[in-house]
């Protein structure tokens, strides 16, 4: 079982700075199936990013993915009050697939 | 628009069973895997079961093989998840999620999700 591991636990910074979220695979993601989603207290998770690097539909343009084999980032280049939230990464080149411990993005 | 409903949460005693439902509609559901992913309160998330858009196959997490089974109405576009033999650690918000790809190219990460049913295993 690939074993996702997400830094920091917590990340508190103000509205318009850069968010940097690191997710890490214990075995190589093949093909760089990694996902990121965000999830609001009360809420569903939302899809942000597939591939480790692509879009879902309707996310702005802040919200980007990069890094491949064990090493994984979530890019939010400027924080809107909206973006404060949990975010998981999720792998799904493997079985089991599996989920990170999440990163909780909090205002400073 | 896609929405997916679920329902069919409570309280039940270890060792009973319930069934939990999701209501489809917005899109062709049958073209689509779909999927039950569950969180425990203040807990991440994981994956429990998928079932191919036409029924033709399930597959389940260790922690639910053999208790839990996925099944699917095409008819009535709504997808289901039978779980016996319920424990403790069942406890969880249940979501059902909708494939990010069409047909057989499922690809197990999730496009749309529900709100979630809330299943408590509690004596």
């Known amino acids: 079982e690939i074993v996702l591991t997400q830094s920091p636990g917590t990340l508190s910074l103000s509205p318009g700075e850069r968010a940097t979220l690191s997710c890490r695979a214990s075995q190589s993601v093949s093909s760089s199936y990694l996902a990121w989603y965000q999830q609001k207290p009360g809420q569903a998770p939302r899809l942000l990013i597939y591939g480790a690097s692509s879009r879902a539909t309707g996310i702005p343009d802040r919200f980007s993915g990069s890094g491949s084999g064990t090493d994984f980032t979530l890019t939010i280049s400027r924080l809107e009050p909206e973006d404060f939230a949990v975010y998981y990464c999720?792998?799904?080149?493997?079985?089991?697939?599996?989920f990170g411990g999440g990163t909780k993005v909090e205002i400073k | 628009q896609v929405q997916l409903v679920e329902s069919g949460g409570g309280v039940v005693q270890p060792g009973r069973s319930l069934r939990l439902s999701c209501a489809a509609s917005?899109?062709?559901?049958?073209?689509?895997?779909m999927h039950w992913v569950r969180q425990a309160p203040g807990k991440g998330l994981e994956w429990v079961a998928v079932i191919w858009y036409d029924g033709s196959n399930k597959y389940y997490a260790d922690s639910v093989k053999g208790r839990f089974t996925i099944s699917r109405d095409n008819s009535k576009n709504t997808l289901y998840l039978q779980m016996n033999s319920l424990r403790a650690e069942d406890t969880a918000v249940y979501y059902c999620?909708?494939?990010?790809?069409?047909?057989?190219?499922?690809?197990?990460?999730?496009?749309?999700w529900g709100q979630g049913t809330l299943v408590t295993v509690s004596s």
């Open positions: 999720q792998q799904y080149g493997s079985s089991p697939k599996t």
């Open positions: 999620a909708r494939d990010a790809r069409l047909l057989w190219e499922l690809r197990y990460y999730f496009d749309y």
């Open positions: 917005g899109f062709t559901f049958s073209s689509y895997g």
